[in-house]
């Protein structure tokens, strides 16, 4: 399996940006589809955004469409998830995934995962 380390949380006023990045390590990089999920206090894990292999692709939930944006370097074993027009309910513990497989949306599709970052919005 690849790991994957997160960083780049914090505190951020709302209709701030954000960026948080993910580093992975251990396998070829570039065999695996990548995603962002995130975690609010009693509520369930849940999808944001996902990256194809090389990047073609990308896929968003509604709620972050036109605000979100994920991309990757191959050639630095990086996936990133920039975050603009922030809101108070983007408050989350943001996870880092991958899959060799793109299975589906829901977080038990995804074999590998990092250890999360906390992004904080205020209003």
């Known amino acids: 399996q690849v790991q994957l380390a997160e960083s780049g949380g914090g505190l951020v006023q709302a209709g701030g940006s954000l960026r948080v990045s993910c580093a992975a390590s251990?396998?070829?990089?570039?065999?695996?589809?990548m995603g962002w999920f995130r975690q609010a206090p009693g509520k369930e894990r849940e999808f944001v955004a996902a990256?194809?292999?090389?990047?073609?692709?990308?896929y968003y939930t509604d709620s972050v469409k036109g605000r979100f944006t994920i991309s990757r370097d191959n050639a630095k074993n990086t996936v990133y998830l920039q975050m603009n027009s922030l809101k108070p309910e983007d408050t989350a513990v943001y996870y880092c995934?991958?899959?060799?497989?793109?299975?589906?949306?829901?977080?038990?599709?995804?074999?590998?995962w990092g250890q999360g970052t906390q992004v904080t919005v205020s209003s």
């Open positions: 995934a991958a899959d060799e497989l793109f299975r589906g949306l829901l977080s038990k599709f995804w074999t590998s």
């Open positions: 251990g396998r070829t990089f570039s065999r695996y589809y």
């Open positions: 990256i194809t292999r090389g990047g073609e692709n990308t």
